[in-house]
């Protein structure tokens, strides 16, 4: 089992940046991949970014790729989406999740993930 608590988000202006933190609780954190999902109301999930459960895969959605950068720190428990450049359309809804890999694979459908947070609200004023 795995809990995933988001923090991070808040208002900001277009062009500024944010990094959002997801905690992971238990002792497997190390042997997850995870990921960033984003959703607004209405709309379906839409998959940010991903990383191996080593870290040293990673890969993003192209509307995100080149602001967004994901990363991890097994001895925290922690995944981090640094978001540089933000842009009103990136207004949403942000969720980290969660699943088991015995690869170094990452994982870019919500339906490939067994955990998620609660999501942390990110709003984006032009």
């Known amino acids: 089992q795995v809990q995933l608590v988001e923090s991070g988000g808040g208002l900001v202006q277009a062009g500024d940046s944010l990094r959002l933190s997801c905690a992971a609780s238990?002792?497997?954190?190390?042997?997850?991949?995870m990921g960033w999902f984003r959703q607004v109301p209405g709309k379906e999930r839409e998959f940010v970014a991903a990383i191996s459960r080593g870290g040293f895969t990673t890969f993003y959605a192209n509307s995100v790729k080149d602001r967004f950068t994901i990363s991890r720190d097994n001895t925290k428990n922690t995944v981090y989406l640094q978001m540089n450049r933000l842009k009103p359309e990136d207004t949403a809804d942000y969720y980290c999740?969660?699943?088991?890999?015995?690869?170094?694979?990452?994982?870019?459908?919500?339906?490939?993930?067994?955990?998620w947070g609660q999501g942390t609200k990110v709003t984006v004023s032009s």
């Open positions: 999740a969660a699943r088991q890999s015995s690869t170094g694979s990452y994982y870019v459908n919500s339906y490939d993930y067994n955990y």
């Open positions: 238990g002792r497997t954190f190390s042997s997850c991949a």
